[in-house]
């Protein structure tokens, strides 16, 4: 084995210092230590309160991605989501921010954002790109709480918008649903937040929500109307179209007015309306006072329906509530009963020079008798009157006809019967037949045949006329025969004029003719009229085989 | 190194001795072979590591195999609003050499797709020359080994850069990041030749030189 | 079966180079030098100052800041309001869903398991060295320290995080979280807690020897 020389030398021990120093390096981990301690320290101290929220479903949330968010803040996250025991709904668990715990109050309400598109308005499109986030409405309740159900959808308004709620009352719901917009004026004013059934199932309780300022100009006379879609009406005034606005045609739309006149004492909360199916149905005067009257009418009321208003002077004053035949015993024709129903409150009278009434407050029976009796002797009358030539629709017009028979209001007539007047259109069908009735008596033929006899004997007698000067042409002598030179030229005019071929005779003949002809124009425009009155304007139907 | 005066070179195998890898204790090799533990540490006691050169190529021969995949699948795909895209090694080199950040450029490039392979030439290079039994530039040789065990671990660097950005990048709409297939391959590139470093005993380089010097008759039978 | 001891007219302190072989005596190392192979130049062996000390508080600071890299958050990503968080473990979890359990493995292993294993059995052999009592039973445990050694990568974690990062920054807004600034101060304790220990104190403290 070869030698293996040892290089070393011997070695020194080296003694180490028995002092308990403790060395620099430990700080090191006390350091770290002391980091742990203070990150531990910091979560756990910024760690927010844990709450559970019920979903109906999970979708939407991711847990440890979903954020909770207040106004736009984060202000906490999901944590977890899990199915219920019963499988009836998911609960998630959130863990929020140490400074939201004075959010989580008994009425805070919490829902899922995502994207919403509907009639009326497009919204938390950002969550497409973002995924859904889940928004919470701090409520007014002082009382903690830290399991929630929350809402199915956003809610309409929350806690913190100003406004006032109120309730409308409807038939049917017609296209109205959470969302739809309140227009005050044309500007939106408040949405409607929700409805339901009552509990007879006999009308519609839409719950509104009127956002401040608007909710003071809601007082307790106001009048809400359904003012979605386009609203188009074809009455005697005419065609009217009216809309509230382009969401409105398209999402429906309430509109509410005050009318002029009414109180403007706000409404309190809660306070229930009814809701009109349109604008004129809505802003109609509230009717304390109504009349009924009956009007008895012996034309043709097609073209009247219910509901037409009863007009004086443009005003309307009224409507017909009713329309039959009229069966009383001893009348002399088949006529039409219309019953109207008058409401004073619209007309303001001056009984008294410097005295302005309105009829609804100040009549009373006995006044108001005698006012009317006054004026129907003055001569007011109701009179058909056409409408809308368009349509053919009529209605019942009040007005003072100064040669009108003199009439009184049946009193003792349930309900009083009030005088009435032919319609002027009637008035000149009937005029126009009895003039055709005339002209068709005349004996047109007769008198024809008479003139052409007439003529034809004077033709005659200016032939023997004729001869007779020529026999005196031989006889007389120069002054006799200028005479009857002249003569003769006068009588050959005179035949001239009368022949068959003369222009009079085929003047007249052809006038004659004329008049026969107008005669039976105006006769089939007197038929023409009475079938369809609308011809003055449109002019002859078609005439069908 | 130091050089000090000039010393007679011996090797503990050619005394005779087991070198513990462990505690760094000598002992003295059993005549007839067969394992033995360390006395200090009781570590189990090879004179060479067992079958290196064969382990080392095994290794490296299927490194090289799957570097082919690793390199050709995609790294990861990206999926956008923009649409998706899948990104291999290179690609996502080129990417970011293209939006500016050519340091991260090179970063990458030398970690990912470099370093395993110089790896791999390096381990062909030493565990051929060990096997011909070469007696030239033993020192640098030993350099290189050292610099590929100590290279080995950064390789996978895109592992880690593909974990996180898989890990950061779900945002479901916008972006997200998936890792592909070439990953898998590029992992297993890395632990093989991680493996192959570890089993490819340094001192073969050195033996030859030690074997041409007289010296005992050899003990240990059981080295590649 | 244990192998006898070295020859008896060995010189005591005689080493051999772990990448060359060569047979050297050990030298004597004052506090702080670094003894490097006579041939080849591979390390062999240091002495530094105060080295269980060191290595000790070292080791514990890395396991706080290991607890603390796990714990928390790593880094963060912001983009249009929305905002991901990731721990290591959340990291893993996400490549295991997606199908790349490989890889996850992969990961996890030498960015969980093995740092957490090194450290563990680093603490579990420096506390009783520390405190003075050594008994063989410790030297599994140091074997297994070597053993996994090489495969705690996390510095190379740590860069490759900071390259992702910066690949996002283009991106959406990054960011850091505690475990990533408690990860970069793990990588530089835990390297400094290697340099510290001498493992040679292993071996010098009297060893209460049973021997069958």
Redesign the interface.
Known sequence: MPELTPSSLPAATVEKPRRFRIPLVWIIPLVAALIGVFLAARTYYEQGPTITIQFKTGEGLEPGKTRIKYKDVDVGQIAAVALAEDGSHVVATARLARQASRLLVDDTRFWVVSAKVSGSSVSGLGTLLSGAHVGLDVGKSEAARRNFVALDTAPAVTFDAPGQVFVLQADTLGSISAGTPIYFRRIEAGQVTGFRLDEEGKRVEVQIFIKAPYDRFVSADSRFWNAGGVDVKLGPEGVQVNTESLASIVAGGIAFLTPEGASSEPARRNQAFRLFPNRSEALKQPHSQVLSYVLRFSESVRGLSVGAPVDFRGIPVGEVTAIRPDFSVGATDLGLMVEVAIFPGRMQIHPQPGKTTYFGKDARSGDFRAFSDQLVTNGLRAQLRSGSLVTGQIYVALDFFPSAKPLKIDWKHVPPLFPTQRGSLDELQTTLMRILAKLDKLPLDEIGQDTRKAIASLGRTIDEAERLVKRLDGLASGDVRDTLVEARSAIADARKLLASDAPLQQDMRASLQELGRAAQALRHLADTLDRHPEALLRGKPEEKP | MSRQRPFVARQARQAGLLNCHICGQLSQAPAGGGFVRCPRCRAPLHMRKPASLATTWALVIAAAILYIPANLLPMMSTASLLGSQEDTIMSGVIFLWQSGSWPLAAVVFFASVMVPLLKIFALVYLAASAQRRSRHRLLQRTRLYRMVEFVGRWSMLDIYVITILVALVKFQGLATIQAGPAAVAFGAVVVLTMFAAMSFDPRLIWDPAADSAPSLPDPDSDHA | ???????P???A????C???????????LA?GETA???????F??RNPP?SV??SL??S???A??Y??ANI?P????E??????E?TLA???R??WR?G?E??AA??GV??LVFPLLELAMILVVLVPLRLGRVS?RL??F??LV?AVK??G?VE??L???L??????S??AEVILG?AFW?MA?LIV?LTLAGR?FD??L??QTPVVENRP
Do not use: N
């Not at chain 3, 983009?79 to 991901?84: D, L, P």
């Not at chain 3, 390259?163 to 996002?168: A, E, M, N, P, Y």
């Open positions: 079966m244990l192998a006898p001891d070295a020859h007219s060995l010189p302190g005689l080493i051999a772990h990448e060359c072989d060569l047979l050297q005596t050990e030298p004597v506090p490097r192979c006579a041939r080849c130049g591979a062999l062996a105060d000390d060191r508080a070292l514990l600071a890395a706080i800041l607890l603390i928390y790593l880094v963060g990503l983009m249009q309001g929305q905002r991901v990731v959340g990291a893993l996400i490549l997606d790349m490989p890889v992969l990961v030498t960015t063989p030297a599994p140091f074997r070597r090489p495969w990568m190379v974690f860069l490759g995080m390259v992702s990062l910066v690949k996002l283009h991106l505690a408690a101060a304790v510290a493992s040679r292993l071996w």
